[in-house]
């Protein structure tokens, strides 16, 4: 008790508390709480009948089974395992009970995805009468008592930290806090990839720099940061450095664009068309269902495949008229794919980028009224299945 209380010491009072909140493998987490007996079994979430593993229970991982192994290859390989076609719609209904246990331990909650939130606890230690350690432990606690879901905190002073704290308790039972005098061991142990809001072209940047790890980011000072990585660098820096440069917003804005992107399994590459096209496909269905549950359209579809040896290549599309039709957009996939790939090369990933996003009210042609029509239509019957059936159950193909 003594141990806990000295590291609660570490939080200091004078900056924001701020929280993150990831569900624990979340889409096989709600497949265990809607039935019981999957708990404690290796168990997989996969995206379709055809489709990729996209979520792996601590038990599937010891076994062996790798993130984005293709269905019938899982199959082979591991056939004692189980494997469950996403119900993205169970899987929001569960992330609704989730966030609803945070509003009850503070207003100020922002919702990241379906599976992740932050929560600011600043002063929540008088309401309380509880150390902010105490705090994210109740919190964690309750959520599991009312929805089944296992979840990791991270707690710290700003939302990177707190991001870099989540990912740090999942290998440290469920909690990990990263306080003032925390962040320059904590930032000695991580590489300048692992740090949330990097990117790929910044990281590159950094290392060519001699930049390998996030202590040696923060120790650059303002003015060279912002002349190789903008404004933004510097923000993530102070945000480093444990300021809460940006605020925990529980009415965010709808996102300015949509990325679904992943690596072919860990470790492992493909020059197999097939499997490429699939993986591009289940992206395409994730961005997608993203897209149409913000309410938004896209004016701008981006490729991208990755090489073995890290290259990217990328291509995008611009389109007459916003959509959200993924029928419409793998037309310019189609387009895309045969201008990137290259027969013989190993690739480690693959992902889709749906830009120039509008939320209502966009023009429409006076020429188009039909199809847009059958595009709307479709797309009711496409979601009225997947409701039933589950998500995924219908995908685009090549």
Not at 110 to 129: H, M, P, Q
Not at 198 to 222: P, Q, V, Y
């Amino acid at each position: 008790m003594e141990k806990e209380k000295n590291i609660n010491d570490n939080i200091d009072m004078k900056r924001r508390v701020i929280a993150l909140v990831d569900c624990d493998s979340f889409f096989v987490s709600c497949e265990q709480a809607d039935r019981p007996e999957l708990k404690n079994t290796p168990t997989c979430a996969v995206s379709g009948p055809n489709g990729c593993v996209v979520s792996r229970s601590r038990e599937a991982k010891e076994v062996g089974v790798r993130m984005g192994m293709p269905l019938f290859m899982a199959k082979k390989e591991f056939p004692d395992v189980n494997y469950i076609v996403c119900d993205h719609h169970k899987y929001h209904e569960y992330s609704k009970r989730v966030m609803a246990c945070l509003n009850d331990y503070s207003p100020d909650v922002e919702i990241v995805s379906v599976d992740e939130a932050y929560i600011d606890l600043t002063g929540t230690e008088r309401l309380f009468k509880k150390d902010y350690v105490e705090i994210i432990k109740d919190i964690r606690k309750v959520i599991l008592e009312k929805t089944d879901i296992p979840v990791s905190i991270g707690l710290s002073h700003s939302k990177i930290l707190a991001k870099l704290a989540s990912d740090k308790a999942k290998k440290t039972g469920g909690i990990f806090k990263i306080g003032v005098n925390d962040i320059q061991s904590v930032l000695k142990k991580t590489e300048i990839d692992e740090v949330c809001g990097i990117g790929r072209a910044n990281s590159l940047t950094l290392k060519r720099n001699g930049i390998m790890l996030a202590s040696e980011f923060i120790e650059k000072d303002d003015v060279w940061i912002k002349s190789k990585l903008g404004i933004n660098g510097v923000e993530l820096r102070h945000e480093l450095l444990g300021e809460c440069v940006s605020k925990v917003n529980s009415k965010a804005e709808p996102p300015k664009s949509i990325q679904d992107t992943g690596v072919i399994g860990e470790g492992t590459f493909s020059d197999d068309i097939n499997i490429i096209k699939m993986e591009i496909s289940r992206h395409l269905h994730s961005a997608c269902s993203r897209l149409r549950y913000h309410k938004g359209k896209c004016k701008i579809i981006g490729l991208m495949l990755k090489t073995k040896d890290f290259a990217i290549y990328y291509d995008k599309r611009i389109m007459v008229k916003p959509t959200d039709f993924e029928l419409t957009l793998q037309k310019f996939i189609n387009e895309m794919l045969p201008n990137l790939y290259r027969e013989g090369v190993l690739y480690r990933g693959t992902g889709i980028v749906l830009d120039g996003l509008t939320y209502g009210g966009e023009q429409l042609s006076l020429f188009s009224t039909e199809d847009d029509e059958k595009e709307k239509n479709l797309s009711q019957c496409i979601e009225n299945i997947e409701k039933k059936f589950g998500k995924n159950t219908i995908r685009t193909g090549f």
